[in-house]
DNA sequence: CGACATTTTGAACCTGTTCAAAAACAGTGG
DNA sequence: CCACTGTTTTTGAACAGGTTCAAAATGTCG
C-alpha cells in the first residue's frame, strides 16, 4: 500500500490540498526541475516540495507583505503577478503558466513584494525556500538551476521594461501575443491559437496601455488580417507580418 | 614585506589593471557582501574577487552577448545598463552606482543580455561566477544574500515596470530623483542634493519619455521650487512635496 | 433568466512627441 | 589659456497616439 505522504496521483481537481507528491514523478520535472541528475540525486529533489494547493479563480496565492516562506511550482493554471499603488492604481508585472514559477520576489525582504492571483482555477506545488536553500547546497545542479531561473527572470523584466519603455501600442500587443504564443507552445499547446486567461484591463495594465486601446489594437488587427479574434481566443493568421511588427522585440521571457 | 597577489591599497586611481584585493578589507563590505560572519568565514570571501578592473568613461564592462564568466562589484563609479533593438533603440534598465552589482543578466543563459557602460571613470571587482558559487556553496550566509540580491533586483524591476507603466511624467521624474537620491544618501552623500552622472537623453531612456519631455518637466520642477536645477547639478528644495508626487511610488529600489 | 462584468466602438481631449533652432557646456588641440 | 567643434540642454510650436468619457453590445455566472 502506497505511503499517502510520499506519491500521491492527482486524479481528482480538486479537494487534496494537502498532498505531498514526487517531483522525480512530475510530468513538468524538465520546466522547473534541473535535468541530468542520476538516480540519487534526482530523488533529493523528492524532498522539495512540502505541499500541493490548489486554488479558485480569483483566489490569492500570496499576497503583498505576506511573509515569505516558499516558491510555488505552477502545475496548472495562469496566474498574475501585480504591485500596487497607495491610490489605487495598479500594475501587473507578469503572466505565469503552468510549469513556470512565482514567489522569487519574496527572498529579499522575507516578505512578498506582490500579489500573486490564480486567473482560473489552479494548482501549485509548494516549495519551502529554507528546504531548496539546503538541498541546492548539496546539489550544485540544482543551485545553478536556481539561479539560472532568477537570472532568467531579471533578463524577462529587461524585456518588459524595453517594452513599456519604447514600443507603441501595436507593438505591444503583438509582443504580448507572440510571447504568450511561445510559452503555450512549449507547453505542447497550439503554435497558431491562444486562449487569453486574462480580461482586456489586465493585458492593459500588464502592457501600460487602457483596456479600450488593447480591444481597438485587437480588433484593428483583426481587420488587418494579423489575427482573428473571438473574446478570449485569438488565433494568428500571419506570424510573420506580426513577428514584423516586433523586430523591437528582441524581447521578454 | 606584503605579498602583492594578497593585498593592495587602491592609491593611485588609475594604472592597476590586475590588482588582487582583499573583500574582509573592502570600505563596501557591508554593501555588496554579508555581515556578521566569524573571522574565519569573513576570509573565505577574499578568495571571491580576482581582479580589479578601472574602466574610462563610455567604456563597456561587457556587452549584449558577451560570454559570461564573472559579476562586478562597483568599488567606484557609475554605470547604466540597457538592451536595445534590432531596429536601432535603446532601453536602459538601470544606473548603477557605488557598491551595487552588475552582471545578474548573465547567469541565466551563459551570456550577458544586456550592456554595462561606465558614465564615468570606474573601478570594479571581479567575482568569477564559479568561484561565488563554490563559495556560497560553504557559506550558507553568503548564498542567502546573494540569493536576496537577485530578488531585490527583481523587486526593483517591479518598481519601474508600476512607473514605465502607470505614472506620468513627472511622477516618472520625482521617483527616479528621490530613489537616487537615497541611494546615494545611503551611501554617505548629501540628502539633498545629487550629480546625475547621465545625459536626460539617459534619464528619458530609462523612464520612456524623450530627452525632451525629461528637460522640461525638470525646468517646470525648479519654476515651481520643488528642486533647483544647474546643469548635472540637482538641489532638493521641497523633498515632502516630492515625495507627495509619487504617492504612486512605493516603487524602486 | 436576470444581474453583473467585460468588451467594443465613437468622439473629444490631453499629454507627451516631433521637429527645429538657439543656448550652454565640455573636451581638444593649438 | 583660449578658441573651436561637437555634444548636451533648453525652449517653442505643431502634431499624434493614446486616454477619457460614454453608451451599446456581448458574455458570464448564479
Redesign the interface.
Known sequence: MPNPATIRVASEPFGLAQARVACSQCNLRELCMPVGLSEAESSQLDRLVATRRTLRKGEALFRLNDPFTSLYAIRLGTFKTR?????G???V?GFQVTGELVG??????GRH??DAVALEDAEVCEIPYVRL?KI??EL?AL??HF?????????R??????L???MRADERVAAFLLNLLQRMHTRGYSGREIVLRMTREEIG????LKLETVSRTLSRMADEGLISVNQRRVRIEALDRLRAMV?????QS
Chains 1, 2 share one sequence.
Open positions: 504591485v500596487g499603488t497607495s491610490d492604481r495598479d500594475q508585472t522569487l520576489d519574496g527572498i529579499g525582504s513584494a506582490c536553500d541546492a547546497r550544485p543551485q545553478r539561479h539560472q531561473l532568477m537570472s532568467r527572470e531579471i533578463v523584466e529587461h524585456g518588459v521594461m524595453l513599456l519603455g519604447s495594465s500588464y502592457l501600460g523586430q523591437a522585440g528582441d524581447a
